[in-house]
């Protein structure tokens, strides 16, 4: 058998899309807490997780690339949809998951004195567990303390907070209108893009503000997460190529052609001229961060996979990206 080991976190994001695409795609995993006992880092270039060990013994954590390779390993059960057009706008929405929904994410967790207790309380537990409540804390103090510090290099800071909580809610009120009507994105099986969106999804899901929030507000949309989190039984088409597309799909464009794009430009910007900072206008709010290399191949990578469409599809993707706001960043 062809076992995967992967080494994540129930507190993170990305270890989460990781697992449930592992999951839905019946590919042979053993899912390992990364909690230091084992130095897994030094197979990778960034520490973050997750990180899986692929059968051949190559280690990887970068779940977008690690998406791909799985897809030129493993066949069955895709998470791509098989119509270019589709395939690109889902691979569009699940980069602006992982790059702007993850803000979501650590707004949340590290905002409000609540969730910067409970959660780094938590965390510090997934990693010590079993080794004391004193050193549980001390470690928790230590880690909320170092996140708290890093909210303003990444965005979340108080002048931000209103672009980045309505963002949520749109985000969530498009969830919400669309799982009770239809299962996925894409059609009845999950794409890559509804993972994207699981991943980051998932936490606010478990941190207590955000959680409160789904469970008033959005609660359809919080119970369509725990099914998807297993969805290895799940059998479904994509989605007819000439159908219309669903609103949670074009909402999602356009929000991306509002906030996302906006944000990933100025920032290549910012990077171009060795700024440390950029500031762009989102939803009519002035939002400030420090300026981030890794965003810019993140620009580059959306423009490289929509040139390579063949005519027809980008002809066709282009229509709804413009619509959206999104067709001339790609540079169409």
Not at 300 to 318: I, N, Q
């Amino acid at each position: 058998m062809s076992l995967y080991t992967i080494y994540g976190g129930l507190g993170s994001p990305y270890s989460m899309k990781m697992r449930a695409i592992l999951r839905y795609r019946r590919i042979p995993h053993i899912w390992k807490q990364a909690d230091g006992g084992e130095n897994i880092f030094k197979h990778v270039k960034a520490p973050v997780i997750p990180v899986i060990q692929f059968p051949d013994g190559s280690w990887h954590n970068d779940s977008t690339p690690m998406i791909f390779e799985l897809e030129r390993r493993v066949k069955e059960r895709s998470i791509v949809p098989v119509d270019p057009a589709h395939a690109f706008l889902a691979y569009l929405l699940e980069d602006f998951a992982d790059e702007w929904g993850t803000k979501a994410m650590f707004h949340y967790r590290w905002f409000r004195e609540r969730d910067q207790k409970q959660m780094s309380e938590w965390l510090a537990f997934d990693r010590l567990k079993g080794k004391g409540r004193e050193t549980i804390l001390k470690a928790a103090k230590a880690f909320r303390d170092r996140q708290v510090g890093r909210m303003p290099i990444v965005g979340c800071t108080p002048e931000n907070a209103p672009i980045i909580e309505e963002s949520t809610r749109r985000i969530m009120a498009l969830f919400e209108a669309h799982v009770t009507e239809e299962l996925f994105l894409f059609g009845s099986r999950p794409s890559l893009a509804d993972f994207g969106w699981l991943g980051q999804l998932s936490q606010l899901a478990v941190d207590p503000t955000p959680q409160d929030l789904m469970r008033s507000d959005y609660p359809f949309t919080f119970r369509w997460l725990a099914n998807l989190d297993d969805a290895s039984g799940l059998e479904g088409e994509w989605r007819d190529p000439d159908a219309p597309l669903p609103d949670a799909v074009t909402g999602l464009l356009t929000l991306a052609g509002e906030i996302y794009f906006p944000f990933l430009l100025a920032n290549a910007e910012a990077v171009s001229r060795k700024g440390e900072t950029f500031t762009a206008n989102l939803l009519g709010h002035t939002y400030t961060q420090g300026a981030f290399r890794y965003q810019v191949k993140c620009l580059a990578e959306l423009r490289w996979a929509f040139s390579k469409l063949d005519p027809e599809s980008k002809k066709k993707a282009a229509a709804v990206l413009d619509r959206a706001g999104c067709l001339k960043p790609l540079g169409g």
